[in-house]
């Protein structure tokens, strides 16, 4: 019989280490992601400008989404989102993520911060990755621009968190070395393809835009 200290981790385990830090402390990954369904890997650091003004928006969206998923009659999918630090001393990281809701790859485990990025490809920061927890498979790399949309007028949509954790639920995952990490680069081609072969959309689209630009009164020169 195989005891429950040799059992094989699984392979969100074997992608963030045994152990995840949390607002209580250390705790293994396996008790923290057991339940989970998507895991999202938040690459960021407390140096980077960009990253204290997108965390907010983050921790907003992370808060309605684990308020809908806990909520009695809740069936939607529950996230975890992983602060992976590019902090370069000990201090600096624990201050910057007090202020954050969610879990934490520990310090001491900055060597499997470094695979991840590398491995996801990671060229800024800040980026937001999203896995599937129970393969550890890849789903996306455009987590920052999707949850920025789920904003209006600065304020989160509930509604939108809902519908953007389910898309990223139901997109398929897919296993690294399959990853798609040009998705912008996908949509535009998949853009110039249609209007390529369509040349009337396009007609239409540049008529649709003339149109808007004179009612707004753009581009016209004062008489």
């Known amino acids: ?22 607002s209580d402390g250390i705790k293994s990954t396996h008790s923290v992601m057991r339940h989970r369904d ?14 204290k003004q997108f965390s907010p928006a983050l921790a907003d969206f992370y808060r309605a989404a684990q308020s809908q998923s806990q909520a009695p ?16 001393d000990q201090q ?27 491995d996801y490809r990671i060229k800024g920061i800040p980026s937001v990755i999203v896995l599937d ?30 519908e953007t954790v389910a898309i990223w639920k139901e997109k398929e995952a897919v296993p690294l070395e399959r990853a798609n990490f040009d998705e912008h680069k996908a949509l535009a081609s998949r853009i110039v393809k249609i209007f390529a072969e369509n040349p009337m959309l396009l007609f239409l689209f540049l008529y649709l835009v003339k149109r808007v630009m004179t009612l707004w009164g753009i581009g016209q020169s004062d008489k």
């Open 1 to 22: 019989m195989v005891s429950a200290a040799a059992k094989k981790p699984s392979p969100i385990e074997e992608l963030l280490g045994p152990n995840i830090l949390t």
């Open 38 to 51: 998507l895991v999202v890997l938040y690459f960021s650091a407390s140096w980077c400008g960009p990253c």
């Open 73 to 88: 009659s809740a069936v939607g999918p529950k996230i975890e989102i992983v602060f992976v630090s590019s902090d370069q």
């Open 92 to 118: 600096s990281f624990r201050k910057y993520y007090s202020g954050h809701p969610w879990v934490a790859l520990p310090y001491s485990a900055a060597e499997i911060g470094k695979k991840l990025a590398v």
């Open 133 to 162: 927890a129970k393969t550890g498979h890849y789903v996306t790399n455009n987590g920052r621009e999707d949850v920025l949309l789920t904003q209006v007028d600065k304020k989160i949509d509930p509604e939108k968190v809902r």
